[in-house]
Protein backbone atom coordinates (compact mmCIF):
# COMPACT_ATOMS: atom_id res chain seq x y z
CA UNK A 1 0.00 0.00 0.00
CA UNK A 2 1.30 3.50 -0.88
CA UNK A 3 1.88 5.78 1.91
CA UNK A 4 3.06 9.46 1.74
CA UNK A 5 3.49 10.88 5.48
CA UNK A 6 4.70 14.19 5.73
CA UNK A 7 6.02 15.95 8.83
CA UNK A 8 7.96 18.90 10.00
CA UNK A 9 5.55 21.86 9.99
CA UNK A 10 4.80 24.34 12.91
CA UNK A 11 4.73 27.86 13.63
CA UNK A 12 8.24 30.50 13.16
CA UNK A 13 8.74 33.66 12.74
CA UNK A 14 9.34 35.54 9.24
CA UNK A 15 13.44 34.90 8.57
CA UNK A 16 13.09 31.22 10.20
CA UNK A 17 13.70 28.31 8.80
CA UNK A 18 11.89 24.64 8.74
CA UNK A 19 12.48 21.42 6.56
CA UNK A 20 9.17 18.99 5.80
CA UNK A 21 9.92 15.84 5.59
CA UNK A 22 8.15 13.29 3.49
CA UNK A 23 8.73 9.65 4.20
CA UNK A 24 7.17 7.21 1.30
CA UNK A 25 6.12 3.42 1.53
CA UNK A 26 4.71 0.69 -0.81
CA UNK A 27 7.27 2.17 -3.65
CA UNK A 28 10.53 3.86 -4.20
CA UNK A 29 11.64 7.12 -5.70
CA UNK A 30 12.59 5.20 -9.06
CA UNK A 31 9.13 4.85 -9.99
CA UNK A 32 7.88 8.02 -9.54
CA UNK A 33 9.00 12.20 -9.79
CA UNK A 34 8.12 13.80 -6.13
CA UNK A 35 6.72 17.16 -4.98
CA UNK A 36 5.92 19.46 -2.81
CA UNK A 37 2.57 21.64 -3.20
CA UNK A 38 1.00 24.31 -0.80
CA UNK A 39 -2.41 25.56 -0.50
CA UNK A 40 -3.24 28.57 1.44
CA UNK A 41 -7.06 29.57 2.86
CA UNK A 42 -8.87 30.60 -0.19
CA UNK A 43 -6.26 30.00 -2.50
CA UNK A 44 -5.63 27.93 -5.52
CA UNK A 45 -2.82 25.10 -4.96
CA UNK A 46 0.70 26.14 -5.94
CA UNK A 47 3.47 23.77 -7.15
CA UNK A 48 6.64 24.66 -4.94
CA UNK A 49 9.47 22.32 -5.85
CA UNK A 50 9.90 18.88 -7.48
CA UNK A 51 12.51 16.06 -7.98
CA UNK A 52 12.50 13.66 -10.57
CA UNK A 53 13.87 10.06 -10.70
CA UNK A 54 17.09 11.29 -11.90
CA UNK A 55 17.18 13.79 -9.18
CA UNK A 56 16.60 16.68 -11.61
CA UNK A 57 14.39 19.58 -8.96
CA UNK A 58 12.62 22.44 -10.16
CA UNK A 59 11.52 25.00 -8.09
CA UNK A 60 9.07 27.80 -8.23
CA UNK A 61 10.07 31.42 -8.22
CA UNK A 62 8.36 32.59 -5.33
CA UNK A 63 10.20 30.44 -3.49
CA UNK A 64 14.15 30.29 -5.44
CA UNK A 65 17.06 30.48 -3.65
CA UNK A 66 15.36 30.54 -0.14
CA UNK A 67 13.59 26.51 -0.68
CA UNK A 68 15.38 23.23 -1.40
CA UNK A 69 14.10 20.44 -2.14
CA UNK A 70 16.35 16.84 -2.08
CA UNK A 71 15.37 13.25 -1.22
CA UNK A 72 17.42 10.54 0.45
CA UNK A 73 16.57 6.65 -1.51
CA UNK A 74 18.02 4.89 1.25
CA UNK A 75 15.43 6.42 3.41
CA UNK A 76 13.08 6.25 0.33
CA UNK A 77 12.48 10.26 2.22
CA UNK A 78 12.26 13.78 0.63
CA UNK A 79 12.94 17.20 2.24
CA UNK A 80 12.03 20.45 1.52
CA UNK A 81 14.55 22.86 3.79
CA UNK A 82 12.68 26.34 3.78
CA UNK A 83 14.62 29.17 4.71
CA UNK A 84 13.96 32.56 5.26
CA UNK A 85 10.53 32.03 5.12
CA UNK A 86 8.01 34.87 4.77
CA UNK A 87 4.70 35.06 6.03
CA UNK A 88 3.09 34.45 2.14
CA UNK A 89 4.50 31.29 2.90
CA UNK A 90 1.86 30.33 5.17
CA UNK A 91 -0.11 27.15 4.05
CA UNK A 92 -0.82 23.75 4.20
CA UNK A 93 2.13 21.34 2.30
CA UNK A 94 1.24 18.66 0.19
CA UNK A 95 3.79 15.90 -0.57
CA UNK A 96 2.78 13.91 -3.89
CA UNK A 97 4.43 11.11 -5.75
CA UNK A 98 3.47 12.21 -9.29
CA UNK A 99 3.92 9.52 -11.97
CA UNK A 100 2.19 6.50 -10.03
CA UNK A 101 -0.21 4.54 -11.47
CA UNK A 102 -3.25 5.58 -8.82
CA UNK A 103 -4.37 9.14 -8.22
CA UNK A 104 -5.24 9.46 -4.58
CA UNK A 105 -5.95 12.12 -1.84
CA UNK A 106 -5.67 15.24 -3.66
CA UNK A 107 -7.16 17.95 -1.34
CA UNK A 108 -10.33 19.80 -3.01
CA UNK A 109 -8.87 23.05 -5.03
CA UNK A 110 -5.91 20.77 -5.82
CA UNK A 111 -5.47 17.58 -8.21
CA UNK A 112 -6.94 15.19 -10.20
CA UNK A 113 -3.79 14.20 -10.55
CA UNK A 114 -0.67 11.92 -8.25
CA UNK A 115 -1.05 10.24 -4.98
CA UNK A 116 -0.62 12.81 -2.08
CA UNK A 117 0.04 12.92 1.62
CA UNK A 118 -1.96 14.20 4.24
CA UNK A 119 -0.62 17.59 4.30
CA UNK A 120 1.35 19.45 7.01
CA UNK A 121 0.92 23.43 8.28
CA UNK A 122 2.83 25.96 8.06
CA UNK A 123 2.59 29.04 9.21
CA UNK A 124 5.29 32.22 9.19
CA UNK A 125 4.36 35.09 11.24
CA UNK A 126 5.27 39.07 10.84
Known amino acids: EVQLVESGGGSVQAGGSLRLSCTAS????????MGWYRQAPGNECELVST???????YTAASVKGRFTISQDNAKNTVYLQMNSLKPEDTGVYYC????????????????????WGQGTQVTVSS
Open 26 to 33: GFTFDDSE
Open 51 to 57: ISTEGTT
Open 96 to 115: VALHLSETRGYPIGCGPFGY
